[in-house]
């Protein structure tokens, strides 16, 4: 099994990979308590980890599955895994399944999205093959047209529907709409967004005796995260043990929280991937423990590293170079970003702080300008919009006393998460 310990994970990093050794040339040559290394800052790291003249990988492209992750269409950004190294993954992701309710003989369906180098529908599909009890898969994908992919699911009396809560969502719609129902389901398994109370009255209707589930907690750059905890809060996952070390720290400090029910950010080490090294990075979601002697965490939302709406994720720095982009007159002095959920729906308003006294009519046209940006930056937002999936991006204009700022610090809060978590 290729799971390292700690302390052999750094030296392998800082010996063959040059992002790392420059990131730990102050440490001392032995180093053994994790918070003796610093926390990787995603910028950097996505700055050294490029397709020419790599930093970050700590050997040529060789032998290796390339996945897309978050980012621009003008600097994607890809993550690399040993046949190994995948292996592992879906293997110890697959074994979280049956945690989450995977049982003997059951069909599943496979609604993730394939193609383009992203990941969800292949790491599913492998995941399930890995696990610990027999299954049969059902490859359909997210793209297949809703009416046959439906057809399918009767037609081998699924029992399982994996996919998006949004894709999951758009088929309980659709069967809805037929006024028919899967009465044979008996899990929905979800990932990749939170899942609300309104899409859970939605896919009851459709799936009368289906309980919604986590299938688990990664991510392509992150990897393993948590294992699905079973219950009925569907944000409570415990740690891969001995895969991974999650940690979550404070916000203001940085300092590792030990006790529950105290919020922080998510860093996590991943102690068996070795080409490309995670270790202590952030994952760009807030935590808190439930049970700290045995790993066991709530997720409560993204962190100011990115946002997760509907099926579309941004990052901090994709608006801000949306912004920069369209104002040439300075009129910005603060932003926020202001993820708000109505009508069934996700939706992202880029909270703006200017000064007093400016000409509205040339707000107007700034902040169009603005969305205008950000979307061919990120054409799957507006794709989700045409496909009614989210909300369009919107502008709100803001004095720079209105923006919300952290109590105990006065820093900026970067991302305000007002859609609700019950």
């Given at each position: ?36 290394v ?24 060789g ?7 978050g ?95 949004t ?19 008996e899990?929905l ?12 009255r ?20 992150g ?111 603060g ?49 989700s ?38």
């Amino acid at each position: 099994m290729p799971v390292q310990q700690f302390s052999d994970l750094v030296r392998f990093a800082r010996d063959r990979s040059p992002f790392y050794a420059g990131l730990y040339a102050d440490l001392p040559p032995h180093v053994s308590r994790i918070t003796d290394v610093p926390v990787v800052d995603q910028d950097e790291f996505w700055a050294a980890n490029t397709l020419h003249d790599n930093r970050v990988l700590t050997a040529p492209l060789g032998e290796a599955v390339v996945f897309k992750t978050g980012g621009t269409t003008g600097t994607p950004r890809f993550s690399c895994y040993t046949r190994e190294e995948w292996q592992e993954f879906v293997t110890a992701f697959g074994a979280g399944m049956a945690d989450a309710g995977l049982r003997p003989g059951h069909r599943v369906a496979d609604l993730f999205y394939a193609g383009e180098l992203y990941a969800s529908f292949l790491f599913i599909l492998d995941s399930l093959a890995h696990a610990p009890v027999a299954n049969v898969r059902l490859p359909i994908g997210g793209g297949a047209p809703l009416e046959s992919t439906l057809t399918t699911i009767e037609d081998f009396d699924a029992h399982v529907v994996a996919g998006t809560p949004t894709t999951l969502c758009r088929l309980a719609e659709h069967i809805a709409s037929t006024g028919r129902q899967l009465p044979g389901v008996e899990l929905l398994f979800f990932g990749g967004e939170a899942l609300f109370a309104d899409q859970r009255r939605l896919l009851s209707a459709a799936f009368p005796n289906a309980t919604p589930r986590s299938l688990g907690y990664a991510s392509v750059d992150g990897g393993l995260l948590g294992r699905p905890v079973p219950g009925p809060d569907t944000r409570t996952h415990r740690t891969f043990t001995p895969h991974t070390i999650v940690e979550i720290l404070d916000e203001t400090t940085g300092e590792p929280i030990r006790e529950p029910g105290r919020p922080g950010r998510v860093v996590v080490t991943q102690l068996f991937r070795s080409l490309m090294p995670v270790i202590r990075y952030p994952a760009g979601d807030r935590a808190e423990w439930t049970d700290t002697e045995g790993g066991a965490f709530r997720i409560l939302g993204r962190a100011e590293e990115g946002v997760r709406v509907g099926p579309v994720s941004l990052y901090w720095q994709d608006v801000t170079t949306a912004v920069a982009v369209a104002d040439t007159g300075g009129r910005v002095t603060g932003m926020q970003l202001v993820v708000r959920r109505w009508e069934g729906r996700d939706g992202l308003v880029l909270r703006l702080a200017t000064t007093p006294g400016q000409d509205p009519a040339a707000l107007e046209v700034f902040a169009k300008e603005v969305v205008t940006g950000l979307n061919t930056a990120r054409p799957l937002y507006p794709d989700s919009v045409a496909a009614g999936f989210v909300h369009p991006l919107s502008v709100e204009w803001a004095g720079h006393r209105d923006l919300v700022v952290n109590s105990r610090s006065g820093k900026l809060v970067r991302v305000i998460d007002e859609r609700p978590t019950a």
